[in-house]
């Protein structure tokens, strides 16, 4: 059974940073592609980001291109977010997530999902 646990969230400013953590347990961590997702409230989850088993592709949804990184430590089974240059637009619960898949962009695509962590960015 695999378990995804999530860390890191928290209130910043605009403009500040945060790093989100999610811990991979059950399975092998290195045989799955990962991602990111979040949701506002009121709003459908959306993709974030994802990077290959590998660490060797990311791929960005273009709200957060360039502002946020996607890495893992597969020695470690973690995943991180590295959130830079916050906008109050960023304020959602954010879910790791695990796919079979080598990379995936869709929320059907991905088979385990964790319980997320609140990032709040304030104006």
């Known amino acids: 059974q695999v378990q995804l646990v999530e860390s890191g969230g928290g209130l910043v400013q605009a403009g500040g940073s945060l790093r989100l953590s999610c811990a991979y347990s059950?399975?092998?961590?290195?045989?799955?592609?990962m991602g990111w997702f979040r949701q506002a409230p009121g709003k459908e989850r959306e993709f974030v980001g994802t990077i290959s088993w590998s660490g060797g592709r990311t791929y960005y949804a273009d709200s957060v291109k360039g502002r946020f990184t996607i890495s893992r430590n597969n020695a470690e089974n973690t995943l991180y977010l590295q959130l830079n240059s916050l906008k109050p637009e960023d304020t959602a619960v954010y879910y790791c997530?695990?796919?079979?898949?080598?990379?995936?962009?869709?929320?059907?695509?991905?088979?385990?999902w964790g319980q997320g962590t609140q990032v709040t960015v304030s104006s």
């Open positions: 059950g399975r092998t961590f290195s045989s799955h592609a």
């Open positions: 997530a695990a796919s079979w898949k080598v990379l995936a962009t869709r929320r059907n695509e991905y088979d385990y």
